[in-house]
């Protein structure tokens, strides 16, 4: 709370807050320019500082964000299923931990995996082979697609008789700042392997944004979710099962997406605006006396609103 | 100013009022730059003396209180709150009566309010504003919008009579949302707002206010126009090329 004597001037914990909101309403891919921003409306290293620090790491999981590991080894998402502490992000498919810098946005150091940090032998056949398949899925469907799956519940199991989860967690997103552009197609699912019924549910959040800036801001902002199941199997059969749901709901999301922009000029938008007033032809400014002729006969015979 | 304004060209503008009130409260001294620069969603009051409702800005504010385009009285009233000379205030009147037709046949609904005021070189100015709520539960006719808000205010600066001609400058904003929800595809927003200028020298002959409408008839189709068009289309656009229609992708494989 702010002392009696400073009652207009604003806390630092109350600056932190706002920073913190600016920079967690970043577009997909424009956080460091609005940092920037930030930083020099601030114009105190301290308080930036301080919220740069709690807003990067949620906004860079949130956003799924794709950094590089250092030695080539491929990408690391940026995911709360892969968190091990708050900068230390496992990459399941090379077996890797990668350190990363959430404020730069960088990986510069990577770790092997330790063994407790890992999937048993029985739970890595069912992830392997379904992050096979979504990578042939991923690498076809999505130019720049970045792909991981994790266990995020029950990766221990040593055989069958118990449930576990896996996360398919797929990123892609394009920033084009010289042509004012930023986007970004994230999903989420979460896939429950049930022992005991011998069903897998599968769980999908699809969040899609894109801003466009040139000469004004205009923003994209869609979510969805869908569900669907499918037999407990062997791994290689669940991965094929499962990566065709995946496909099946995400085409069918894309042709929506579509569809809601197609709806627009007639139906959707023109509940906000018709193109042309309900008369169809421009208005007519040259003979407005007609309105006002009108209006005093209605008036007369008291249909007026 | 520089940095506040990158920021408000980057934050969805369905956010924009947060924005803005953030920024005056880490800006104090900006205050006024930044009232005047950022447009924000219209507010709308009622006029207790007709019982209909009018639309609040900085052109129809002193002090606290709005003044009525209906009444020409402030809320809440104001004993000495400044007005428009009798002969604007006439042409004010009109142009509310008008300007609520023209907004009827092109919105179906929504409230309009037109306030005059004379300026410093012998000119007036105007300002037009239109909020519409076309959400289902607000004024969309055909019910397709979860959340539908349009906001478009345009200010003209009427210069003083020259040869039978005067100079129009209009500045226009339309700051909307909508929001469609159903089940096949969940959530899907489009927010956006756009800024244009746009001057003209017209014939007095013609009157004030049907140059004045025809400038402000042209300008929202060029809006509304852009947004649908452009803008929208600018962010389908991406959509289809972080995820390719999969004809784009079937023509694609035999290539590689």
Same mark, same amino acid.
């Given at each position: 709370m702010a002392e009696e004597e400073e009652e207009s001037e604003l806390s630092e914990k109350q600056k932190?807050?706002?920073?913190?909101?600016?920079?967690?309403?970043?577009?997909?891919? %424009?956080?460091?320019?609005?940092?920037k921003d930030v930083k020099s409306i601030l114009n105190d290293d301290g308080v930036f500082n301080e919220a740069a620090s709690e807003a990067f790491p949620l906004y860079n999981k949130s956003h799924f964000i794709v950094l590089p590991m250092p030695d080539r080894s491929g990408d690391v998402l940026v995911t709360s299923f892969g968190e091990l502490e708050d900068n230390a992000f496992?990459?399941?498919?090379?077996?890797?931990?990668?350190?990363?810098?959430?404020?730069?946005?960088?990986?510069?150091?990577?770790?092997?995996?330790?063994?407790?940090?890992?999937?048993?032998?029985y739970i890595e056949e069912f992830r392997f082979s379904l992050d096979a398949e979504i990578l042939k899925y991923v690498e076809e469907v999505y130019p720049k697609g970045v792909c991981s799956v994790y266990c995020v519940n029950g990766k221990d199991? %040593?055989?069958?008789?118990?449930?576990? %989860?896996?996360?398919?967690?797929?990123?892609?997103?394009?920033?084009?700042?010289?042509?004012?552009?930023?986007?970004?197609?994230?999903?989420?699912w979460n896939i429950d392997f049930k022992d005991e019924q011998q069903t897998v549910e599968v769980k999908g959040k699809l969040q899609v944004g894109a801003h466009y800036f040139e000469e004004g801001n205009v923003q994209l902002d869609t979510k969805h979710e869908c569900k669907d199941a499918t037999l407990f199997q062997a791994p290689e059969d669940c991965a094929l099962a499962i990566s065709s749901i995946i496909r099946h709901h995400e085409t069918e999301y894309l042709a929506s997406l579509e569809a809601s922009y197609l709806n627009l000029p007639d139906s959707t938008f023109k509940d906000l605006r018709r193109k042309l007033p309900v008369t169809r032809t421009l208005f007519p400014w040259h003979n407005t006396?007609?309105?006002?002729?009108?209006r005093d006969i209605s008036k007369e015979l008291g249909i007026g609103k | 100013m520089e940095a506040a304004m990158g920021?408000?060209?980057?934050?969805?503008?369905?956010?924009?009022?947060?924005?803005?009130?953030?920024?005056?409260?880490?800006?104090?001294?900006?205050? !006024?730059?930044?009232?005047?620069?950022?447009?924000?969603?219209?507010?709308?009051?009622?006029?207790?003396?007709?019982?209909?409702?009018?639309?609040?800005?900085?052109y129809n504010r002193d002090a606290d209180s709005y003044r009525s385009p209906w !009444?020409?009285?402030?809320?809440?009233?104001l004993e000495d709150g400044s007005l428009p000379s009798l002969e604007l205030r006439k042409l004010e009147i009109e142009a509310n009566d008008i300007f609520a037709i023209y907004r009827d046949q092109y919105y179906e609904?929504?409230? !309009?309010?037109?306030?005059?005021?004379?300026?410093?070189?012998?000119?007036?100015v105007a300002c037009f504003l239109i909020k519409k709520d076309g959400s289902k539960t607000g004024q969309g006719r055909r019910g397709y919008l979860e959340e539908g808000a349009w906001d478009a205010i345009h200010v003209i600066e009427v210069g003083p009579e020259e040869e039978e001609n005067t100079n129009y400058r209009l500045t226009s904003t339309v700051m909307l949302t909508l929001t469609t929800n159903n089940e096949s595809s969940g959530i899907f927003s489009l927010s956006g707002s756009i800024r244009r200028q746009m001057s003209m020298k017209l014939s007095v002959a013609d009157?004030?206010?049907?140059?004045?409408?025809?400038?402000?008839?042209?300008?929202?189709?060029?809006?509304?126009?852009?947004?649908?068009?452009?803008?929208?289309?600018?962010?389908?656009?991406?959509?289809?090329?972080?995820?390719?229609? !999969?004809?784009?992708?079937?023509?694609?494989?035999?290539?590689?």
């Open positions: 932190v807050e706002i920073a913190k909101w600016f920079l967690l309403n970043s577009p997909p891919g %424009e956080i460091q320019y609005v940092a496992l990459d399941p498919r090379t077996a890797q931990v990668a350190i990363v810098d959430h404020v730069k946005q960088v990986c510069e150091v990577v770790r092997p995996a330790l063994d407790e940090e890992l999937a048993s032998a199991a %040593e055989g069958p008789g118990f449930d576990f %989860e896996l996360a398919v967690v797929i990123s892609a997103s394009r920033h084009s700042p010289q042509n004012f552009c930023n986007g970004s197609w994230c999903s989420v006396l007609q309105f006002s002729l009108t | 920021l408000m060209r980057r934050i969805p503008p369905k956010h924009t009022e947060t924005a803005l009130s953030a920024l005056l409260s880490l800006m104090p001294n900006h205050s !006024s730059d930044l009232l005047s620069q950022v447009d924000q969603p219209l507010q709308v009051l009622c006029d207790v003396d007709c019982g209909k409702e009018f639309i609040l800005c900085e !009444s020409n009285k402030y809320h809440p009233s609904g929504g409230i !309009s309010s037109v306030y005059m005021w004379e300026d410093e070189n012998e000119g007036f009157g004030h206010l049907c140059n004045m409408g025809k400038m402000i008839e042209e300008m929202e189709s060029k809006l509304r126009n852009s947004l649908d068009q452009v803008y929208f289309g600018k962010t389908r656009e991406m959509v289809c090329t972080l995820r390719p229609p !999969s004809e784009v992708v079937q023509l694609r494989i035999p290539e590689s």
